[in-house]
């Protein structure tokens, strides 16, 4: 198929025209489970009625008015976001990379007011990923993203996940903060294990570096708490949020104390659609079902549930599925074959997961998820293993 779209993505054929809860429905009118929620971003699956209606009513009314005014909307989802996390400030972006710049930027001016214009460096940890700007693919240090693109932003320095003893000896006196995701996503649902994130935040207590969690994949419920930090009860003092807050609407954060911001003062950062009122409207409108009392227990209860059938399908094919990674609503199956060989499987099933890295499948189902689609999720991951498992079943070899 021709295309004008810059070929960068070796898309899947085939193409949605609606959904609604977990299910999506192709232009074929083949109808899909959706294990992938574009990737972690249908926090309420599709067509919540509760966003939709804040999408027609803001809509109506106003759009965007840029930062030069003040956003009742966005004054309320910040005030919302910081009461219920660490932080101070939140400043609002279009993207999950555009917040991660936003954070990187904030370490630095941090340092720099604080008499220590040397400490631009940060540590950041193999398998990471936090977005395709220069500068977070630099932070990221995946070769895959950076071929071609030098020269490479310098100051990053990556080290092993959870090598603390790494971590200890990459310290300089240049190294003035330290940047991880609490659970990877792209690297392949890692868990950052509790112990090792409080051995970071000692090190940057002891040595006065900021501690920056990117959260854009594993915050807002995903994890079964409003943020994974919660699981360890390791609080960062800046940190990037983006994909489930706006539940399908370009929107994304980034958070920080009083502290680590207090370099970002009138005019040293910026953005014209961010945190604009309709993208707010909505962000407020993911909140208000994601903080309804018994929603993260549910998503808890969900994940759970989810665990445990995977496990059962490992038993059923210890050959196909090495193991079962993550938290909450956020699951990984280390699986044998290639893990494109994986997804084609599910997807003949009609069961979009994502892949990732370390040879991951991806579960990230919407956080409103049943027993019931969950059920039905394994019952089609079930008959995919199988397919992979005699090929010769398989009409799927595509
Ligand atoms: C997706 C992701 C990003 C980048 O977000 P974009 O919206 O694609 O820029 C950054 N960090 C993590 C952990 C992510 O999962």
Redesign the pocket.
């Known amino acids: 198929m021709t295309s004008s779209l810059l070929p960068t993505y070796a898309r899947a054929p085939i193409a949605f025209e609606k959904g609604e809860g977990a299910w999506l429905t192709a232009t074929t009118g083949e109808l899909y489970l959706d294990f992938g929620g574009g ?2 971003v249908a926090s309420l699956g599709y067509s919540h009625p509760h966003l939709i209606k804040t999408l027609h009513e803001q809509g109506d009314k106003l759009w965007h008015t840029s930062n030069l005014f003040q956003i009742p909307q966005a004054e309320r989802l910040a005030e919302r976001l910081c009461a219920a996390s660490f932080a101070d400030y939140a400043f609002f972006t279009n ?6 710049e936003g954070v990187i930027k904030t370490a630095r001016k941090y340092h720099s007011v604080s008499g220590n214009p040397h400490k631009t460096h940060m540590i950041t940890f193999q398998g ?6 220069l500068a ?1 693919i630099a932070a990221a240090g995946n070769e895959k993203y950076l071929d071609g693109f030098e020269p490479r932003l310098p100051g990053f320095h990556n080290v092993a996940f959870g090598d603390l003893d790494a971590v200890k000896a990459a310290l300089s006196p240049e190294i003035g903060a330290i940047l991880i ?1 609490p659970i ?3 690297g392949g649902i890692r868990v950052a294990p509790a112990q090792f994130l409080k051995a970071l935040r000692a090190l940057c207590d002891e040595h006065g570096l900021l501690l920056l969690f ?5 915050g807002v419920g995903r994890s079964g708490k409003l943020f994974a930090y919660e699981l360890s009860g390791v609080m960062p003092d800046v940190m ?1 949020i ?2 489930g807050i706006g539940g399908g609407f ?1 929107l ?1 954060a980034f958070l920080a104390t009083k502290e680590a911001a207090k370099g970002m003062t009138v005019g040293t950062h910026g953005t014209t659609y961010g945190g604009n009122p309709l993208a707010t409207s909505i962000g407020n409108a993911v909140l208000d079902i994601v903080l309804e009392p018994g929603f993260l227990a549910q998503v808890t209860a969900m994940g759970e549930l989810l665990q445990q059938k995977l496990h059962a399908l490992q038993d059923r094919y210890p050959g196909i599925i090495l193991e079962v990674r993550g938290e909450g609503l956020m699951r990984g199956l280390k699986v044998a074959p290639p893990v494109a060989d994986f997804t084609t499987a599910a997807r003949a099933q009609k069961l979009l997961v994502i892949p990732a890295g370390d040879n991951v499948a991806r579960l990230l189902p919407p956080l409103i998820i049943g027993a019931e689609e969950i059920e039905e999720a394994v019952l089609r991951l079930d008959a995919a293993c199988q397919t992979l498992a005699s090929p010769q079943l398989s009409g799927a070899a595509e």
């Open positions: 990737i972690a993207s999950g990379a555009e917040a991660l990471a990923f936090h977005g395709r700007t977070t995701e990877q996503g792209e990117d959260e854009v994949q594993s990037a983006a994909k370009p994304g």
